[in-house]
């Protein structure tokens, strides 16, 4: 039996895993950490209206059925694209007859690393929850500071990057501050925080057409997001964002301006573009390597003369293209080439607001409650698992109608560590 | 207006906060964390059925329709009795005229503190989040080892102490091992994996009646856990037990043997037990204090000739009762003596199985699935919260019906980086 080794549990790996369930090989399915994130809901983690476990789910669990498969948790070391081998941190060599690389992106800083320890990005549950623990301490340490000194700090959010998730996190702060908190302290006046989206282009949601982009531009400005467009980060601080308009004070900063594909693809060799994603064929191969598929944000895939969107519907049907390949080869039927299926691109903005691009089942332009509602539906539709859609639908309805939130918990170790110090180094 | 100054925001402090309501009277809660914990549960976050936010909420969230009353998150430094005055760590003195403390129990390992790096306890959501992390990061190094070399190391669970948290610990545990993973890894086997429990006296459950004790010790065996009655514990490494019976090897060791006060009522210089419960009078102040309440797992108070159990139901009932006497002194009433009043007490033993000693509203001892379904039905009533106790509700109906565990995350940092340089050091 052949083997095919996954790399990489997220939309893209889990989708290949799963269309091979019925097919004759033994899958290998790699990931460093042991759950698949549904990555577009992080920032509802982060502002606090849902908990890691709702939309996170251990990648055995998913697979636990299929019998051909085998999970690993292990980080793979290198590559031999010669001998057909992964090596991995703990497990010796694993031989392939297939690769899928599905290792996804991360934040790319633009070579400003040093950034990052200022402005931490949303693509991990650690990700999510350092965030959340560091926005509902700036509150704490606000209603601490009025008790004592009768002021505080700027409560100011400062999220960098006005693309699909920088709108997403800029409305579900804006809803944190000026609905959800309202009532809860006694000393501040949570109304008056304020949350600046930076974007260096003339439009937020830069790839959405023009309608959409200024509906975007019109909601965020109603749920109480200052937005500077035009403006370009020049410099990024603990306590303050320097840009082309000027330094802003921030109490928190949120990076979703840029990302870069895992370094995997360099690292083989492969033809890469500007982002380290790998240029692939029309099978998603790279060049002269048929058993090895990129699937999911680490692919540079043109079609129509435009490269992809990175974004959760290209990397599952990426996923389930290659392993469809796959079948195909075993079968002795001719490979099919990889035609991307576009359904259309939403983005939410705080409650009750969002825009959406839908290109299926009809082409249309929703802004507004209409989007939101369509948006709440599909991304229940698509989380993972009876359990999480019914808690995630449930806790919206909570959310939403109570306007309180509840996985507002400090919880994480970094930052009740650096609270605590902070709290040690003022006495 | 008087000041009430309460510190801790457990089941005492919330309590003696929301009975002061409507007092005329300023409230002030001082907590280190922003969270109220439901401790009872924090079992289920360690085996992955709930989320920490499912049994944790806000105390701002909690009291914020108390207009009368100010949530803060900060450390008591220490308290001035004669001044009267609480010395936080970032906030300056907070004065008072009458305090409630309600600062709780941590683990005590009888002179060992040595012990705990190995063999954590259950007290907090970090606790829970980190052995959550231990538990099922144990499964996937032996699943990698089996692939690796055909062997690994026992999946040996070893809990420390027969009182109702070891109980209910070691029960998921094994329904955990022996149900829930069973169908998600390829080369381990996780129902070979043994689940013992250590008792240093004769029987578990040691305050329950003798025949719910030896229902408790056969439910427990029937789920297969492994008891040793009339084992003491003579030390404790990172990978094994050593004790009276011999060396018992661990992958994962918890400890569930001892609590001993806050160090707070010795701090202060009020008498206290060997525990360090501060001794209190029958409206539950300590000597010659009459206007400082000692409130749950702190207060060491006797009725019957019999020290009340340190659970949730005394702590409640402490602080609505310290609430009540300071009303009584406000509208220059006699204060009444408190009195408790015992509802009875009752453990879970995994899934479909308790044991439940009912004192109220009729005596009665209850055992299996009756007593399962008593249980039940009280948590969720007790949980804080319309949202926790409808997600909680969920959850179990998903678990005990499907086999699956929704929140079987490894996300915590420690145990990450911990697992991490395991991996190098392998390397």
Chains 1, 2 share one sequence.
Not at 144 to 158: A, E, G
Request: with cysteine; hydrophobic share 45%; charged share 20%.
């Amino acid at each position: 039996m052949k083997n095919v080794v996954i790399i990489g549990g997220g939309f893209a790996g889990i989708r290949a895993a799963k269309a091979l369930a019925s097919a004759s090989v033994s899958v290998f399915l790699v990931d460093r950490k042991n759950h698949h994130t549904f990555q577009p809901l992080l920032y509802q983690v982060a502002t606090a209206t849902l908990s890691p476990a709702d939309i996170a789910q251990p990648i055995r669990a998913i697979l636990q059925k299929q019998k051909n498969t085998c999970v690993i948790m292990d980080e793979v070391t290198s590559i031999d694209i010669e001998e057909k081998k992964v090596h991995l941190k703990n497990e010796g060599a694993l031989p392939y007859d297939y690769l899928v690389l599905a290792t996804g992106a991360t934040h790319s800083y633009f070579g400003h690393n040093e950034w990052e320890q200022f402005a931490p990005g949303l693509k991990t549950i650690e990700d999510a929850l350092r965030l959340r623990g560091r926005i509902f301490s700036v509150f704490e340490e606000a209603e601490r500071d009025m008790v004592r000194t009768n002021t505080h700090k700027p409560l100011n959010f400062v999220v960098i990057g006005g693309g699909p998730t920088g709108v997403e996190v800029a409305g579900a702060l804006a809803d944190t501050c000026h609905v959800y908190l309202r009532d809860e302290f006694r000393h501040i006046d949570t109304t008056k925080a304020r949350v600046i989206l930076l974007e260096a282009m003339s439009k937020v949601l830069g790839p959405y057409p023009d309608d959409l982009s200024s509906s975007a531009f019109q909601q965020l400005n109603e749920c109480g997001v200052e937005i500077m467009i035009n403006t370009q980060v020049t410099d990024v601080q603990e306590s303050y964002v320097m840009t082309s308009a000027g330094k802003i004070d921030a109490a928190v900063i949120i990076w979703a301006a840029g990302v870069q594909a895992s370094p995997l693809g360099k690292d083989l060799g492969f033809p890469v573009d500007r982002r380290g994603c790998v240029m692939v064929d029309q099978f998603l191969n790279p060049p002269a390597h048929p058993e090895i598929f990129i699937c999911g944000d680490l692919a540079h895939f043109e079609q129509d003369g435009k490269q992809l969107p990175g974004v959760a519907q290209t990397a599952m049907q990426m996923g389930v293209h290659a392993a469809e390949v796959i079948k195909q080869d075993l079968e002795s039927k001719p490979r099919k080439p990889f035609k991307f299926f576009d359904k259309g691109d939403m983005a939410t903005i705080g409650r009750m607001r969002a825009v959406a691009n839908i290109r299926w089942p009809f082409n249309a332009h929703a802004k507004g409650f209409a989007a939101w509602v369509s948006w709440l539906i599909i991304h229940i539709f698509f989380l993972i698992g009876l359990r999480n859609r019914f808690l995630v639908f449930w806790q919206w309805i909570w959310t939403f109608s109570s306007c309180q939130r509840g996985a507002q918990l400090i919880t994480d170790n970094e930052v009740l560590c650096k609270h605590e110090a902070q709290l040690a180094s003022k006495k």
